[in-house]
T-cell receptor, first 113, second 112 residues
Framework: ETGVTQTPRHLVMGMTNKKSLKCEQHLGHNAMYWYKQSAKKPLELMFVYSLEERVENNSVPSRFSPECPNSSHLFLHLHTLQPEDSALYLC????????????FGSGTRLTVV | QKEVEQDPGPLSVPEGAIVSLNCTYSNSAFQYFMWYRQYSRKGPELLMYTYSSGNKEDGRFTAQVDKSSKYISLFIRDSQPSDSATYLCAMGLDTGGFKTIFGAGTRLFVKA
């Protein structure tokens, strides 16, 4: 297992459900990220937290709501999602601004039905 | 024009072949360049990191950056079935910001 742990690994939810994705890192990194990965598309940056403050919100719909209670934990709260939101959601962490590379979790495979 | 272009493949080679994976980019200000490897049902893992132009070698892997052509490459020598994965190029500005731009990934199959 990598230094970044994501749960759950798989999630199926209806469009009216509310669920949360969890990410945890114990690498001592000070930045954490949410990325969306869809088939044959580049990774899409969703949110960035640095030292527990949100520093980037990449025009993500409000049905995605991030939370970073401390430097080791990151959540993505989901509500009233659409089928096109089905994708692999990846959490990552880094020591700086990402220029030294990210450590990714294994992702949560989300299916919206 | 996309900031980073990467051929999605798939690329299929026999075991032992030399593999060449490439990306082109449009922003001449990019300073750091990376290659990630992503196995099925896993997150990407950092494979190679280079800063500015030149070559970097690590075992069977060589990363090459040509800033004048805005072109980066990853070479895999003596390819193995265990190298079968999706390879993502990534690059960005070392300004303390948080935006690394990723390519869409090239899917590689190495046949035994």
């Amino acid at each position: 297992e990598t230094g970044v742990t994501q749960t759950p690994r798989h999630l199926v939810m209806g469009m009216t459900n509310k669920k949360s994705l969890k990410c945890e890192q114990h690498l001592g990194h000070n930045a954490m990220y949410w990325y969306k990965q869809s088939a044959k598309k580049p990774l899409e940056l969703m949110f960035v937290y640095s030292l527990e403050e949100r520093v980037e919100n990449n025009s993500v719909p409000s049905r995605f709501s991030p939370e970073c209670p401390n430097s080791s934990h990151l959540f993505l709260h989901l509500h009233t999602l659409q089928p096109e939101d089905s994708a692999l959601y990846l959490c990552a962490s880094s020591q700086r601004g990402g220029g030294a590379g990210y450590t990714f979790g294994s992702g949560t495979r989300l299916t919206v039905v | 024009q996309k900031e980073v272009e990467q051929d999605p493949g798939p690329l299929s080679v026999p075991e032992g072949a030399i593999v060449s994976l490439n990306c082109t980019y449009s922003n001449s200000a990019f300073q750091y360049f990376m290659w990630y490897r992503q196995y099925s049902r896993k997150g990407p893992e950092l494979l190679m990191y280079t800063y500015s132009s030149g070559n970097k070698e690590d075992g069977r892997f060589t990363a090459q950056v040509d800033k004048s052509s805005k072109y980066i490459s990853l070479f895999i020598r003596d390819s193995q079935p265990s190298d079968s994965a999706t390879y993502l190029c990534a690059m960005g500005l070392d300004t303390g910001g948080f935006k690394t731009i990723f390519g869409a990934g090239t899917r590689l199959f190495v046949k035994a």
